[in-house]
């Protein structure tokens, strides 16, 4: 009888071969790992690691496309800049929201992201037959203690005016989105609008969520200015600008 050379002999390096070949060896027994091709297996080359990549990939272009701060789109043609990323943006999210085919629709901007809980929220709330949407209070990503301010003042005014800005994950049953002949085309506010139709039609409720949003666009531009812009803008829109008007101040363009 030929000597005993292993304990055990794993044959096939993928994801559970080398588990198996590494918790037995963990265990004090001598193990070997035999594979005919890569070490790895499919979850390691074609699998989990490489459609995870792929996903991630497409997310972040994704997302630079989406992007309201970045003129950058990765279209067929090569467009590097879009003649207007407002526009766009708000194109996108109206095909997007007539193909919906589920009950409620949830818009999330490109730089905004959801936590736990928020999906049962919606859940709960909308249970209640007379809420038809609503938004959620919001976090920005960034650390400073402006931002924790800027939030607080954001979720009372967002209560108290009923107003509720995209980066706060609009929601709204589907039908209720389709009598209100969903998103106007507009040069800015789209969101402003759509939240205050949106409140006209129904009760509406404001979630603890919270949802993420990038701070980006403050630290970017710097925090107070681009506070005072998105004030100037919203008394501007109270008080009849015209919105190409106000755009143009806002994107400077
Ligand atoms: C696109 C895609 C995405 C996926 N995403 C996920 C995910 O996100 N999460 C998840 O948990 N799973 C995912 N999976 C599934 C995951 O890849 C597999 O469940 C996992 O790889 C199976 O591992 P395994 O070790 O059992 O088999 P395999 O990975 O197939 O490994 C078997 C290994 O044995 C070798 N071998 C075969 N015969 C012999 C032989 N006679 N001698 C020596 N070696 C041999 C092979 O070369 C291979 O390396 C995904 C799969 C695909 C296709």
Redesign the pocket.
Known sequence: MPDKKFDIIV?????????AAVAAGAFGAKTAL???????????????????TLLAAAETAHKIQQSPWLECSFSKESKNLLESSVMEHVRSTVVSAAKAKGDVILFLHADSLLTAGMFEQIELCLKQNEYIGGAFKMKLSGEQIFYRILEAGGDLYCRLTKTYFGDRGIFIRTSAFRQMGGFKELPIMTDVEFSRRMVSIGKTAFLPGPIISSSRKFDDEGPLHTLYKIFWALVAYRLGYPLEIIREKYYGR
Do not use: H
């Not at 044959?11 to 588990?19: E, K, P, R, S």
């Not at 091709?37 to 989990?48: I, P, Y």
């Open positions: 044959i096939g390096g993928g994801a559970a071969g080398l588990v035999i594979e005919k091709e890569k070490l790895g297996g499919e979850c390691s080359w074609t699998g989990c690691i490489p459609s995870k």
